[in-house]
Each structure stands twice: as C-alpha cells, then as structure tokens.
C-alpha cells in the first residue's frame, strides 16, 4: 500500500485547510484509514479514524474542529480541518491499517500563525 498526502500549508488562526491522501497498491486489504501529527519534539499522535464501515473516532483536541471522511471508489480519505489553531502546527501523516500491518503516507506540513 502507497499513501500520497496533499493539502498542507500556512494559514492563520481561525482558518481552514483540507488534507487527502491518495492510497495505491493493494488497496482491498485495507481495514481502516486515518490521520496522524507530530509536532516537533512529540510523540506521533492520532488525529482522526476512519473504518470501512464509517465508524470514525477522534482525538478529544480536534473534536467539533475536524471532519474526517472516506471515498473508497476514489480510494482517498480526506480530513477537513476547520478552527484551526497554532496547536494544530505539526507534520501531518496518513496512515492505512491492513491487517497487522500499518502504512504511512510521507507526511505533509500543516503550519498555523497566530
């Protein structure tokens, strides 16, 4: 599996930006699909979830902020992220569960100035 993010950028406090990610290769064996962030000097932290079911799950921080979602025909997932603050600066990753197995996208820079 090959995850390619997209979307990333510099905005102000209070604005917005839409991250996807493209997903390719054995795709079908793909369980759950999210989002990930590490800020410098953290821990890689999960943002939001997302199974083949639909079911979502997210990080008490974006809730109410941050919308994820799924297109299994175009085999993307995108996560909306809308309020956002100089908390949310961090190196954003996709990420694809298949089996045992996790997959992660090259990241892309999300920068927020206050």
């Known amino acids: 599996v090959q995850l390619v993010e997209s979307g990333g950028g510099l905005v102000q406090a209070g604005g917005s930006l839409r991250l996807s990610c493209l997903a390719s290769?054995?795709?079908?064996?793909?369980?759950?699909m999210g989002w990930y962030r590490q800020a410098p000097g953290k821990q890689r932290e999960l943002v939001a979830r997302i199974t083949n079911r639909g079911s979502t799950n997210y990080a008490e921080s974006v809730k109410g902020r941050f919308i994820i979602s799924r297109d299994n025909a175009k085999n993307t997932v995108s996560l909306e992220m809308s309020g956002l603050k100089p908390e949310d600066t961090a190196v954003y990753y996709c990420?694809?569960?298949?089996?045992?197995?996790?997959?992660w996208g090259q990241g892309t820079q999300v920068t927020v100035s206050s």
């Open positions: 290769g054995n795709i079908i064996s793909i369980d759950a």
């Open positions: 990420s694809a569960d298949a089996g045992v197995w996790t997959f």
